[in-house]
């Protein structure tokens, strides 16, 4: 597969309906874009989570030594719609994760900093899906990636069919 996909482009090749895929959304934060390039892909996004009837898991990552950035709050609100409280129970789990955890390490223990961690929940408490979990992670020091995993894990099983 080619290093870098555009938005619409598809992998050639067959299809294999019982397979676990996972998809990466065009990222909106620090993508240096035109606005009607920004706004396809947030109408392409609003339409993924409407009818993708086997969505199973949604990572929304943040970095976290920059904390939200508007388009992230943005993202949250529209994420409610489909996966907040009153979405119903067959939608999509909605996950934030907190990437680049160990960057943001003020006090030396490795975590980021509990304004960031509050400055996310109460965004996401406002935006309507204050509910949903936060996983901290990092690469480097493989934060997180039980967690991450865990999610991955039971969606690729309730795509499956093997969980209801």
Not at 92 to 115: C, E, F, I
Request: negative net charge.
């Amino acid at each position: 597969v080619e290093k870098e996909r555009r938005y619409g482009d598809e992998v050639a090749g067959e299809r294999d309906w019982d397979a676990f895929y996972i998809v990466d959304l065009p990222g909106f934060g620090y993508a240096k874009v035109r606005d009607d390039q920004r706004d396809e892909w947030k109408a392409f996004q609003r339409s993924y989570f409407r009818w993708r009837s086997n969505l199973s898991v949604v990572f929304h990552l943040v970095d976290s030594r920059h904390g939200l950035v508007d388009e992230d709050v943005r993202t949250m609100e529209e994420c409610a719609d489909f996966f907040g409280p009153g979405a119903g129970k067959d939608k999509a789990q909605y996950v934030v994760v907190l990437t680049k955890a160990d960057k943001n390490d003020k006090r030396g223990d490795g975590k980021v900093s509990d304004k960031v961690v509050e400055e996310v929940r109460g965004k996401m408490r406002e935006a309507g899906v204050g509910g949903c979990p936060i996983i901290l992670t990092s690469a480097e020091t493989k934060m997180g990636r039980d967690d991450v995993w865990r999610y991955l894990r039971l969606a690729a099983e309730a795509g499956s069919g093997s969980i209801k």
